[in-house]
């Protein structure tokens, strides 16, 4: 089948031979409902060479756009920068279809590519400062373990001045532009702040390290082109995307509260609301989150620059809301630093949810910043004028920890 995917140029030396996924919505708990791309390259070297590949459907589209400038045969080497399946899943069937001299990964990729096919492919290994030779032009290792996978590893094209940067510095989003200059700075904001909220979090202290890595090569970055969504090639782009990162790396605490809540007779929802509008009068922001309407991913994007997390619940069955559980456990997961914390709900008779949030956000090790405020069936003006005013010194204490 000769499918009519075209390449697209990125430098004098490299173009795009991905693929663009329209229809996926989750990415293993993250909402992606923009899609996503899966980000290919080709290097048109005396050694051509192919750095990563895509998700295993769409093997066909990446070989069509490979096929648009050279004949795929002529691919001599193919570098694994990461090997989780979205970049990996075509690699042994690219292999075997092209059959290049060489496949290199980093040390800890040859491992994990060894676990994910249970393959006989011989594919070397590569650690930071080691060059990957192509000819008329090279390709320098640096490994990035833990960002966000073990095997995580980043390659600079000397030619081009070119950083592959596998995960870093990406986002999902499907779109025909290639460039992040052709798409609306806003757009980039939110999403690659919810990549990098929902991706990356875990691994801030090693995502700290390896920027300094990135920039301890001392070398000129004219590209950054990220396995994931557009490529950076404005000099001031590609310094407000590192310069994101070094911020969010950080996790300061700002002057906004994100209250997440579920409710059932609209009880914790009357008390998110006055809750929410005490922090404003303390002249904090507050952003309420709805469970009924906002995704797991939706919490961690806004918890990446804030100050407080606030979350509500009435009592089922002696425990909190399913809903609060499972957005808990996500973001107990990405381990959110620097807030302050407050739990809240309504109950008819046993009343263990609030019990059941504070021990989640204890763990997750945020401050406790109030008792918990409990209210039984329903609010009364009065309760709600509490609510209020509970929300209000919540919000002068993040105000002080600024």
């Known amino acids: 089948m000769n499918l009519p995917f075209k390449a697209v140029k990125i430098s004098e030396n490299v173009y795009w031979v991905g693929a663009v996924d329209w229809?996926?919505?989750?990415?293993?708990?993250?909402?992606?409902?923009?899609?996503?791309?899966?980000?290919?390259?080709?290097?048109?070297?005396?050694?051509?060479?192919?750095?990563?590949?895509?998700?295993?459907?769409?093997?066909?589209?990446?070989?069509?756009?490979?096929?648009?400038?050279?004949?795929p045969d002529k691919i001599e080497i193919i570098v694994s920068n990461h090997s989780e399946m979205d970049h990996s899943g075509s690699l042994i069937q690219t292999i075997d279809a092209l059959k290049p001299e060489k496949v290199f990964a980093s040390v800890m990729g040859v491992k994990a590519l060894a676990e994910h096919f249970h393959h006989s492919r011989d594919i070397q290994a590569v650690k930071t400062g080691d060059k990957i030779d192509l000819g008329n032009m090279s390709l320098s290792a640096v490994e990035t373990r833990m960002v966000h996978w073990p095997d995580s590893m980043m390659t600079y094209l000397d030619r081009d001045k070119l950083l592959f940067s596998q995960d870093g510095f990406g986002m999902h989003m499907a779109s025909t532009e290639r460039f992040a200059d052709q798409l609306p700075e806003s757009l980039l904001y939110a999403e690659a702040a919810k990549y990098y909220s929902n991706i990356l979090l875990l691994y801030t202290q090693t995502i700290a390290q390896a920027l300094d890595s990135v920039q301890g090569l001392g070398v000129p970055i004219n590209y950054v082109c990220p396995d994931h969504g557009p490529v950076w090639r404005k000099p001031e782009q590609i310094s407000w995307i590192i310069g994101n990162y070094v911020k969010w790396a950080e996790q300061k605490p700002v002057d906004k509260a994100v209250i997440v809540y579920d409710t059932m007779w609209h009880t914790t929802q009357h008390m998110a609301d006055a809750i929410a509008d005490g922090v404003r009068e303390s002249g904090c922001r507050a952003k309420v989150l709805p469970l009924s309407g906002a995704h797991r991913s939706d919490i961690a994007t806004e918890i990446l620059e804030a100050g407080a997390l606030?979350?509500?619940?009435?009592?089922?069955?002696?425990?909190?809301?399913?809903?609060?559980?499972?957005?808990?456990?996500?973001?107990?997961?990405?381990?959110?630093?620097?807030?302050?914390?407050?739990?809240?709900?309504?109950?008819?008779?046993?009343?263990?949810?609030?019990?059941?949030?504070?021990?989640?956000?204890?763990?997750?090790?945020?401050?406790?910043?109030?008792?918990?405020?409990?209210?039984?069936?329903?609010?009364?003006?009065?309760?709600?004028?509490?609510a209020h005013q509970w929300g209000a010194e919540i919000g002068m204490k993040l105000l002080k920890r600024l």
């Open 310 to 386: 606030i979350v509500g619940s009435p009592t089922i069955n002696n425990q909190m809301f399913p809903s609060l559980a499972d957005a808990l456990t996500y973001l107990k997961g990405l381990k959110p630093r620097n807030l302050l914390g407050g739990v809240f709900g309504s109950f008819g008779w046993s009343g263990e949810a609030c019990k059941h949030l504070t021990a989640y956000l204890t763990d997750m090790g945020i401050e406790i910043a109030a008792e918990p405020l409990r209210v039984k069936y329903v609010a009364d003006d009065s309760m709600l004028a509490q």
């Open 23 to 71: 229809g996926i919505r989750d990415f293993h708990g993250y909402a992606t409902r923009r899609g996503t791309t899966y980000n290919a390259y080709l290097v048109t070297a005396e050694k051509p060479a192919l750095i990563d590949t895509v998700k295993a459907p769409f093997f066909a589209e990446m070989m069509s756009r490979i096929r648009s400038v050279i004949e």
